[in-house]
């Protein structure tokens, strides 16, 4: 996907172009392009007046930024201890599966998914949990993780 410096514009403008507002910028470009285009940070730090290499060591600070481009669904699976113990590992191995990814791909070649293996989601109670978009999926199976897979294609096929 191309930048669109337009849009980038109206973001700093909500923003105020404000340097201490980068956070929130890119928070708002990562919620457009689902990751952070570099000529996009570059772009940022010059309007904000601030150097690439700060900006760029913000994106890589925070997990929760991306520099690459991620799948139209992305599905994190957590592997925290309460989920580990719950057999997530069987889950994830489902996820693989319904796919057809392999545990080395990030995102698959179709563009549709991107797999995240995440340390801990913060709903140990709900163990093994998945998010899908960030929307919640407790107590999950392989089973329930293929059906979920099996429901996104087809909905993507119509």
Known sequence: MKTDFKLI?????????????VIGIMQDIQKEYRYLP?????YVADKVGISYAKIYGVATF?????????????????NG????????????AAL?????MTPGQHTSADGLFTIERVSCLGACGLAPVCTVNDE????????????????????EKA
């Open 9 to 21: 514009d109206s973001i700093l403008e909500q923003h105020g172009s404000d340097k201490a507002q």
């Open 38 to 42: 570099e000529d996009a940070l570059k």
């Open 62 to 78: 925070y997990e929760n930024f991306s520099l690459e481009g991620k799948g139209k669904y992305v599905i994190r699976c957590c």
């Open 81 to 92: 201890t309460a989920c580990h113990v719950k057999k997530s590992d069987n889950v994830q």
């Open 96 to 100: 693989w599966e319904a796919t057809g």
């Open 136 to 155: 919640v999926h407790p107590l999950m199976t392989p089973t329930k993780m293929r059906d979920i897979i099996a429901v996104i294609k087809e909905a």
